[in-house]
């Protein structure tokens, strides 16, 4: 069975450092990956995913980054953090295109930028 | 993004009772309609979904009404239990083929369920 891992799941870090936070998924191959960040007591905004190797399309202007070195690989980074960037992040994945839609998440990361 | 309006922010609904809560989206390309569950400090879990060439879909408890003229979906809760207590998201994509499907998820629903 397919499962997905993210990790660290809490992370305090201060403003102006670096930020790395890794998600790979086991179990399948060529999965699609995203990179969601949820707002306290707000929804889901999408901020990249990703088809392939080095496939990377960001969906909002931001201090962050994503990288996917490995099929089954996803990393989110940034050099400088600021407060703003404070959240739950979420990573996920999705079948490859053959027209499987759900979505499975990890657990999720809590970033606090202090 | 194309948007998906949920209703209400929050409810709270007796142990047995029926909750009910509303999306409504505006692309009418959309072809997948799920909903997500989510417990504190978790990620959000597949509950259920629908696409647009049925007009409801029932698992369990759990029920899915899609008026595709209006527009909407609603996910319904039948002998609401105190363990359903969460935040509940409808969600609704696109899949072109060749690429990712993005899911653009409503704000979510904080259900209480009392006993």
């Known amino acids: 069975s397919q499962t997905i891992h993210q990790w660290p799941a809490t992370l305090v870090q201060p403003v102006g450092s670096p930020l790395s936070l890794e998600c790979t998924v086991e179990?399948?191959?060529?999965?699609?990956l995203y990179w969601y960040r949820q707002a306290a007591g707000r929804g889901l905004q999408l901020l990249f995913y990703?088809?392939?190797?080095?496939?990377i399309s960001s969906e909002v202007p931001q201090n962050l980054s994503a990288s996917r070195p490995q099929d089954r690989q996803f990393i989110l980074s940034s050099k400088k953090l600021l407060l703003s960037d404070s959240g739950f992040y979420l990573c996920?994945?999705?079948?490859?295109?053959?027209?499987?839609?759900?979505?499975?998440f990890g657990s999720g990361t809590r970033l606090t930028v202090v | 993004q194309q948007q998906v309006k949920q209703s209400p922010q929050s409810l709270i609904v007796q142990k047995g009772g029926i909750s009910i809560i509303n999306c409504a989206y505006e692309n009418t390309a959309f072809d997948y309609f799920p909903w997500y569950q989510q417990f504190p400090g978790k990620g959000p879990a597949l509950l259920i979904a629908?696409?647009?060439?049925?007009s409801e879909k029932k698992e369990g408890r759990f029920t899915i009404s899609f008026n595709k003229s209006a527009k909407q979906f609603s996910l319904h809760i039948m002998d609401s239990q105190p363990g359903d207590s969460a935040t509940y998201f409808c969600a609704a994509s696109i899949s072109p083929a060749g690429t990712a499907s993005k899911l653009t998820f409503g704000t979510g629903t904080r259900l209480q369920v009392t006993l």
């Open positions: 996920a994945w999705s079948g490859p295109r053959d027209g499987s839609y759900g979505y499975t």
């Open positions: 179990g399948t191959s060529n999965p699609n």
């Open positions: 990703s088809v392939g190797i080095g496939q």
């Open positions: 629908i696409r647009p060439d049925v």
